[in-house]
T-cell receptor
């Protein structure tokens, strides 16, 4: 079945560091991918919609200069958390949908980001 | 996007059938109902999707009444490994629709 891979699975870094998270669709092409953030004991919150070859669409309240999204190919989207601070520590999850419009979205296994 | 309401938590025992109900009073004509399962520190996993009446797969059944204002996810004979958070989502079944997750239902299965 369709698989979405995220890398890295866990990141621990110092405050002020920029961190890049990759999201790959392994066996299908995804012109659109989604990025979510999830805090402990809370639900997933959509951050942005990543569109291949064009600018990402950010949800209200999400700083586009803070969370840089690049979707340069049909199988890869990246999320860069720039100048990360402890409040950016969270679980980041991406999802993608196969080109077939009737397929459900498939999620990666998430990236645990911890900023010290 | 139609808002959904689910119980925050449910408890069950191994071998029992678990039914999780989701309310979606404002569901639109074109909306489908989709359920996802999430384990700690993992991304959500698709369980089942339906539009009306009943849908069944190897994992669960989804019951949708005629007015479609609610739906029930049925998990037969749960095991400890079914302990997870279950999310009900409602939306158009198009290719690139963004998903809006509600609070989900935290299911705890005990021995």
């Amino acid at each position: 079945g369709a698989v979405v891979s995220q890398h890295p699975s866990r990141v621990i870094c110092k405050s002020g560091t920029s961190v890049k998270i990759e999201c790959r669709s392994l066996d299908f092409q995804a012109t659109t991918m989604f990025w979510y953030r999830q805090f402990p004991k809370q639900s997933l919150m959509l951050m942005a919609t990543s569109n291949e070859g064009s600018k990402a669409t950010y949800e209200q309240g999400v700083e586009k200069d803070k969370f840089l999204i690049n979707h340069a190919s049909l199988t890869l989207s990246t999320l860069t958390v720039t100048s990360a601070h402890p409040e950016d520590s969270s679980f980041y999850i991406c999802s993608a949908r196969d080109g077939d419009t009737y397929q459900p979205q498939h999620f990666g296994d998430g990236t645990r980001l911890s900023i010290l | 996007l139609a808002k959904t309401t689910q119980p925050i938590s449910m408890d069950s025992y191994e071998g029992q059938e678990v039914n999780i109900t989701c309310s979606h009073n404002n569901i639109a004509t074109n909306d489908y109902i989709t359920w996802y399962q999430q384990f700690p520190s993992q991304g959500p996993r698709f369980i089942i999707q339906g539009y009306k009446t009943k849908v069944t797969n190897e994992v669960a059944s989804l019951f949708i009444p005629a007015d479609r204002k609610s739906s029930t996810l049925s998990l037969p004979r749960v095991s400890l490994s079914d302990t997870a958070v279950y999310y009900c989502l409602v939306g158009v079944r198009t290719g690139f629709q963004k998903l809006v997750f509600g609070t989900g239902t935290r299911l705890l299965v005990s021995p």
